[in-house]
């Protein structure tokens, strides 16, 4: 089979792919070291008000971990982030000057909003190396990305890369013989050659062994600092270690933040413990 035969045998059309998308990235301005801001936002869906007056704020190159029970509107505020959902009311901006809820989802992600699923979304036919060429940001053809050399720039860093997610003895390996945690950090691979400012990560540890854990905390921290990261996350062990004693700890619930701040108040806040901790 052929590497384009096997790329439109494993695309999903559903997908929003930020490497497929034109490049018409608009102007992003962090002058004020804010890189997000959702401010008054809710949504319903049949009655049910899946997010309700939420105010969040991602500084530029922070790493934020967001924890909360099942139905607390996790999915729903990155959702709303990438544009797959639009609020009934409130607004979302990506620097001072970008207005997330006038663009749609290849427009959001062309912006420099990379978001990874709970599941891996990798190409399993092609191999790791073919898998970060071809999420490549630059703007060759798609269809003809595997008979163009890449230029020295590219080349270092697609090796950069593949070192970051310590994945440079499975280079030629097919990504579909990769262990779960391994598929995990080639998708981090993947949309981190799309080089954007923030990166939302869902669950990324559901699934792994304490090692891969470890490993993938290692990585999320190396990130922070070149790029904003946002953690949505239910293992409380893998969270205290990724949020350390430094780093910021939101409590969803309901819709809204509960408790916000460094993961030794938010363990001790009362209404944490109710709501989710004391669960």
């Known amino acids: 089979m052929s590497i384009i035969t096997a790329l439109e045998h494993v695309v999903d059309r559903e997908h929003v792919y930020p490497f497929l998308v034109p490049k018409q990235a608009p102007t992003l301005d962090v002058s004020h070291k804010v890189l997000l801001y959702l401010e008054g936002i809710s949504v319903s869906f049949d009655g049910f008000k899946a997010i309700n ?27 709303i982030i990438t544009g797959k959902t639009r609020p009934d009311c409130g607004s979302a901006w990506f620097g001072q000057t970008i207005d997330l809820l006038a663009m749609d989802e290849p427009a959001i992600a062309q912006a420099g909003i990379g978001r990874k699923f709970q599941k891996p979304t990798v190409f399993e036919e092609l191999s790791v190396w073919e898998n970060l060429e071809l999420a490549m940001a630059d703007d060759r053809d798609v269809w003809s990305i595997f008979n163009a050399r890449l230029n020295s720039e590219q080349s270092s860093m697609l090796l950069e890369t593949i070192e970051l997610i310590g994945l440079q003895e499975n280079a030629k390996m097919p990504a579909g013989r990769l262990s779960h945690g391994q598929k995990q950090w080639l998708e981090i691979g993947m949309l981190l050659m799309q080089k954007p400012r923030l990166l939302l990560v869902d669950e990324p540890v559901a699934g792994m062994t304490h090692q891969e854990m470890d490993r993938t905390a290692e990585l999320l921290i190396s990130l922070a600092g070149r790029h904003s990261v946002v953690v949505v996350e239910h293992d409380m062990d893998f969270v205290r270690n990724l949020a350390g004693d430094d780093r910021t700890v939101t409590v969803l619930h309901q819709g809204s933040v509960l408790s916000e701040g460094r993961m030794s108040k938010v363990q001790q806040d009362p209404k944490v413990v109710e709501v989710y901790l004391g669960e």
């Open 53 to 79: 007056d939420l105010n969040l704020y991602i500084n530029d190159g922070e790493l934020r971990c967001i924890i909360g029970p099942n139905g607390a509107g996790k999915t729903t505020m990155m959702d």
